[in-house]
T-cell receptor, first 116, second 110 residues
Framework: DGGITQSPKYLFRKEGQNVTLSCEQN?????MYWYRQDPGQGLRLIYY???????QKGDIAEGYSVSREKKESFPLTVTSAQKNPTAFYLC???????????????FGPGTRLTVL | EDQVTQSPEALRLQEGESSSLNCSYT??????LFWYRQDPGKGPEFLFT???AGEEKEKERLKATLTKKESFLHITAPKPEDSATYLC???????????FGDGTTLTVKP
Protein backbone atom coordinates (compact mmCIF):
# COMPACT_ATOMS: atom_id res chain seq x y z
CA ASP A 1 0.00 0.00 0.00
CA GLY A 2 1.23 3.46 -0.84
CA GLY A 3 1.11 6.12 1.80
CA ILE A 4 2.77 8.14 4.52
CA THR A 5 3.75 6.59 7.83
CA GLN A 6 4.68 8.39 11.02
CA SER A 7 6.15 6.86 14.11
CA PRO A 8 5.70 6.64 16.95
CA LYS A 9 2.00 7.40 17.34
CA TYR A 10 2.54 8.63 20.90
CA LEU A 11 5.78 10.01 22.32
CA PHE A 12 6.64 11.20 25.78
CA ARG A 13 9.63 13.40 26.44
CA LYS A 14 11.26 14.68 29.55
CA GLU A 15 12.23 18.32 29.65
CA GLY A 16 15.72 18.88 28.27
CA GLN A 17 15.64 15.90 25.93
CA ASN A 18 15.80 15.90 22.16
CA VAL A 19 13.40 13.57 20.37
CA THR A 20 13.11 12.57 16.71
CA LEU A 21 9.84 11.94 14.92
CA SER A 22 9.89 9.70 11.88
CA CYS A 23 8.12 10.34 8.58
CA GLU A 24 8.38 7.96 5.62
CA GLN A 25 6.52 7.98 2.30
CA ASN A 26 6.46 5.48 -0.55
CA UNK A 27 4.47 7.69 -2.93
CA UNK A 28 7.59 8.88 -4.78
CA UNK A 29 6.66 12.46 -3.86
CA UNK A 30 9.28 15.17 -4.19
CA UNK A 31 8.04 17.57 -1.50
CA MET A 32 7.59 16.86 2.21
CA TYR A 33 6.32 19.00 5.07
CA TRP A 34 6.11 19.09 8.85
CA TYR A 35 3.24 20.81 10.67
CA ARG A 36 2.36 21.37 14.27
CA GLN A 37 -1.26 21.40 15.45
CA ASP A 38 -2.37 22.65 18.86
CA PRO A 39 -5.85 21.97 20.26
CA GLY A 40 -8.58 23.84 18.41
CA GLN A 41 -6.13 25.36 15.96
CA GLY A 42 -5.12 24.87 12.38
CA LEU A 43 -1.80 23.64 11.06
CA ARG A 44 1.37 25.68 11.40
CA LEU A 45 4.30 24.93 9.11
CA ILE A 46 7.59 23.99 10.79
CA TYR A 47 9.84 22.96 7.89
CA TYR A 48 9.42 21.86 4.29
CA UNK A 49 11.60 20.26 1.65
CA UNK A 50 11.09 20.35 -2.09
CA UNK A 51 14.03 18.13 -3.05
CA UNK A 52 16.56 15.85 -1.41
CA UNK A 53 19.32 17.57 0.57
CA UNK A 54 17.42 20.86 0.66
CA UNK A 55 14.85 22.27 3.09
CA GLN A 56 13.40 25.61 4.16
CA LYS A 57 12.15 27.02 7.44
CA GLY A 58 8.43 27.45 7.87
CA ASP A 59 6.62 29.84 10.18
CA ILE A 60 7.65 28.24 13.49
CA ALA A 61 11.05 26.59 12.89
CA GLU A 62 12.72 27.71 16.13
CA GLY A 63 13.59 24.74 18.35
CA TYR A 64 13.20 22.20 15.54
CA SER A 65 15.58 20.63 13.02
CA VAL A 66 15.15 18.38 9.98
CA SER A 67 17.15 16.45 7.41
CA ARG A 68 16.32 15.18 3.93
CA GLU A 69 18.98 12.66 2.98
CA LYS A 70 16.57 10.36 1.13
CA LYS A 71 13.55 11.19 -0.98
CA GLU A 72 11.26 8.97 1.08
CA SER A 73 12.31 10.16 4.54
CA PHE A 74 11.99 13.51 6.35
CA PRO A 75 12.66 13.14 10.11
CA LEU A 76 11.92 15.97 12.54
CA THR A 77 13.95 16.54 15.70
CA VAL A 78 12.34 18.47 18.52
CA THR A 79 15.20 19.95 20.49
CA SER A 80 15.37 21.08 24.09
CA ALA A 81 15.31 24.65 22.77
CA GLN A 82 11.63 24.24 21.87
CA LYS A 83 9.94 25.67 24.96
CA ASN A 84 6.44 24.30 24.46
CA PRO A 85 6.70 21.14 22.35
CA THR A 86 3.54 19.36 23.51
CA ALA A 87 1.40 19.15 20.37
CA PHE A 88 0.18 16.95 17.54
CA TYR A 89 2.75 16.72 14.73
CA LEU A 90 1.73 16.00 11.16
CA CYS A 91 3.89 15.08 8.20
CA UNK A 92 2.70 15.54 4.62
CA UNK A 93 3.99 15.03 1.11
CA UNK A 94 3.04 16.25 -2.34
CA UNK A 95 4.13 15.12 -5.82
CA UNK A 96 5.93 18.36 -6.57
CA UNK A 97 5.40 22.05 -6.16
CA UNK A 98 5.18 23.04 -9.82
CA UNK A 99 2.28 22.22 -12.09
CA UNK A 100 -1.39 22.84 -11.56
CA UNK A 101 -2.46 19.35 -10.53
CA UNK A 102 0.37 18.34 -8.25
CA UNK A 103 0.16 20.72 -5.31
CA UNK A 104 -2.12 18.64 -3.14
CA UNK A 105 -0.60 17.53 0.14
CA UNK A 106 -1.32 14.09 1.60
CA PHE A 107 -0.96 13.63 5.32
CA GLY A 108 0.29 10.93 7.63
CA PRO A 109 -1.59 9.80 10.76
CA GLY A 110 0.36 12.09 13.10
CA THR A 111 2.49 11.80 16.24
CA ARG A 112 1.25 13.13 19.56
CA LEU A 113 4.17 14.45 21.62
CA THR A 114 3.78 15.10 25.32
CA VAL A 115 6.43 16.69 27.50
CA LEU A 116 6.41 15.36 31.05
CA GLU B 1 1.22 38.25 4.48
CA ASP B 2 -1.13 35.50 3.33
CA GLN B 3 -4.19 35.08 5.53
CA VAL B 4 -6.89 32.44 5.66
CA THR B 5 -9.97 32.84 7.85
CA GLN B 6 -12.59 30.13 8.31
CA SER B 7 -16.07 30.69 9.69
CA PRO B 8 -17.90 29.73 11.73
CA GLU B 9 -15.49 28.14 14.23
CA ALA B 10 -18.13 25.57 15.11
CA LEU B 11 -21.37 24.53 13.46
CA ARG B 12 -24.06 22.27 14.83
CA LEU B 13 -26.65 20.87 12.42
CA GLN B 14 -29.49 18.43 12.59
CA GLU B 15 -29.25 15.48 10.24
CA GLY B 16 -30.56 16.60 6.86
CA GLU B 17 -30.11 20.31 7.58
CA SER B 18 -27.99 21.75 4.75
CA SER B 19 -25.49 24.56 5.36
CA SER B 20 -22.21 26.11 4.20
CA LEU B 21 -18.75 26.64 5.63
CA ASN B 22 -16.76 29.69 4.59
CA CYS B 23 -13.05 30.17 3.86
CA SER B 24 -11.99 33.72 3.07
CA TYR B 25 -8.45 34.45 1.97
CA THR B 26 -6.09 37.34 1.35
CA UNK B 27 -3.13 36.32 -0.78
CA UNK B 28 -0.82 37.89 -3.30
CA UNK B 29 -1.59 35.43 -6.07
CA UNK B 30 -3.68 32.32 -5.56
CA UNK B 31 -2.29 29.15 -7.05
CA UNK B 32 -4.70 26.74 -5.42
CA LEU B 33 -7.19 26.36 -2.57
CA PHE B 34 -7.55 23.06 -0.75
CA TRP B 35 -10.22 21.56 1.48
CA TYR B 36 -9.47 18.80 3.96
CA ARG B 37 -11.49 16.81 6.48
CA GLN B 38 -9.90 15.92 9.82
CA ASP B 39 -11.28 13.45 12.33
CA PRO B 40 -10.16 13.71 15.98
CA GLY B 41 -6.63 12.39 16.52
CA LYS B 42 -6.04 11.72 12.83
CA GLY B 43 -4.29 13.36 9.91
CA PRO B 44 -6.28 15.52 7.49
CA GLU B 45 -7.89 13.75 4.55
CA PHE B 46 -7.85 15.51 1.20
CA LEU B 47 -11.23 16.51 -0.24
CA PHE B 48 -10.88 19.08 -3.04
CA THR B 49 -8.49 21.37 -4.88
CA UNK B 50 -9.81 24.50 -6.62
CA UNK B 51 -7.65 26.60 -8.91
CA UNK B 52 -9.72 29.38 -10.46
CA ALA B 53 -12.72 31.57 -9.62
CA GLY B 54 -15.95 29.96 -10.69
CA GLU B 55 -14.65 26.43 -10.30
CA GLU B 56 -16.84 23.91 -8.48
CA LYS B 57 -16.19 20.35 -7.34
CA GLU B 58 -18.49 17.78 -5.78
CA LYS B 59 -18.11 14.62 -3.77
CA GLU B 60 -21.14 12.88 -2.30
CA ARG B 61 -22.87 15.44 -0.04
CA LEU B 62 -20.07 18.01 -0.34
CA LYS B 63 -19.65 20.75 -2.93
CA ALA B 64 -16.80 23.25 -2.95
CA THR B 65 -16.92 26.57 -4.81
CA LEU B 66 -14.37 29.33 -5.32
CA THR B 67 -14.52 33.08 -5.89
CA LYS B 68 -11.72 35.63 -5.99
CA LYS B 69 -11.99 36.24 -2.25
CA GLU B 70 -13.49 33.15 -0.67
CA SER B 71 -14.47 29.53 -0.96
CA PHE B 72 -17.55 27.76 0.33
CA LEU B 73 -17.98 24.14 1.30
CA HIS B 74 -21.66 23.34 0.93
CA ILE B 75 -22.99 20.32 2.81
CA THR B 76 -26.29 18.98 1.55
CA ALA B 77 -28.46 16.82 3.81
CA PRO B 78 -25.59 16.01 6.18
CA LYS B 79 -25.38 12.77 8.13
CA PRO B 80 -23.76 12.19 11.55
CA GLU B 81 -20.74 10.64 9.83
CA ASP B 82 -20.01 14.04 8.26
CA SER B 83 -19.08 15.32 11.72
CA ALA B 84 -15.43 16.41 11.61
CA THR B 85 -13.21 19.47 11.41
CA TYR B 86 -12.96 20.91 7.93
CA LEU B 87 -9.73 22.71 7.06
CA CYS B 88 -9.07 25.16 4.25
CA UNK B 89 -5.60 25.95 2.89
CA UNK B 90 -4.20 28.20 0.17
CA UNK B 91 -1.04 28.06 -1.87
CA UNK B 92 0.37 31.05 -3.71
CA UNK B 93 2.64 31.12 -6.74
CA UNK B 94 6.35 30.56 -6.10
CA UNK B 95 5.74 29.74 -2.42
CA UNK B 96 6.09 25.98 -2.38
CA UNK B 97 4.02 25.85 0.78
CA UNK B 98 0.44 26.26 1.98
CA UNK B 99 -1.22 28.42 4.64
CA PHE B 100 -4.01 26.80 6.66
CA GLY B 101 -7.05 28.28 8.35
CA ASP B 102 -8.02 27.27 11.88
CA GLY B 103 -10.85 25.05 10.67
CA THR B 104 -14.60 24.68 11.23
CA THR B 105 -15.76 21.90 13.53
CA LEU B 106 -18.99 20.44 12.24
CA THR B 107 -21.29 18.37 14.44
CA VAL B 108 -24.30 16.68 12.88
CA LYS B 109 -26.91 15.41 15.33
CA PRO B 110 -29.13 12.46 14.39
Amino acid sequence: DGGITQSPKYLFRKEGQNVTLSCEQNLNHDAMYWYRQDPGQGLRLIYYSQIVNDFQKGDIAEGYSVSREKKESFPLTVTSAQKNPTAFYLCASSPRTSGSSTDTQYFGPGTRLTVL
Amino acid sequence: EDQVTQSPEALRLQEGESSSLNCSYTVSGLRGLFWYRQDPGKGPEFLFTLYSAGEEKEKERLKATLTKKESFLHITAPKPEDSATYLCAVMVWDAGKSTFGDGTTLTVKP
